[in-house]
């Protein structure tokens, strides 16, 4: 029972870990390029850094949701299409928030809603997407 549960600990890290990974390498620096594709597409310059934090915010949230959905897929032949009905419904919440904090600015309850949400997946994903890989192994 005890090295299952350590098991199932070391799962969540891994499945952590290659989630901050894939961010970092993929999501980061989009994150930091924000201000120019800002620019480039006539971003008001008080938006700039809203759009930033918004972006890095939500992105990380998209990354942890769409683990969960490529863990649950990753046991069935052809489960892009489970992958994209799965994750779905978890993009849509951090998709308006993330608009409404870019058109608030820093002082709006989108932004705190956005965090809220992107901190929800953080705790949770991780378990999540160790235990459908754990599945998808047995």
């Known amino acids: 029972m005890a090295a299952s549960m350590i098991l199932f ?39 700039l850094l809203p759009a930033m934090l918004a972006y890095g915010l939500g992105g990380l949230a998209f990354f942890f949701w769409g683990g969960v959905a490529g863990a649950l897929a990753a046991s069935v032949p052809r489960g ?16 308006i928030f993330g608009a409404l ?11 705190l809603f956005l965090a809220a949400s992107t901190l929800f997946a953080l705790a949770f994903a991780p378990f999540a997407a160790s235990a459908a890989l754990r599945l998808a192994v047995d």
């Open 101 to 111: 904090a870019t058109n608030e600015g820093l002082g709006g309850p989108s932004l």
């Open 80 to 95: 892009g299409l489970l992958i994209a009905l799965l994750a779905l419904p978890l993009f849509v919440p951090t998709a």
């Open 9 to 47: 600990g070391l799962a969540f890290l891994i499945a952590a870990a290659k989630i901050l990974a894939h961010w970092t390498v993929s999501g980061l620096p989009l994150v930091l390029l924000t201000p120019l594709i800002g620019l480039t597409l006539q971003l008001p310059a008080e938006q």
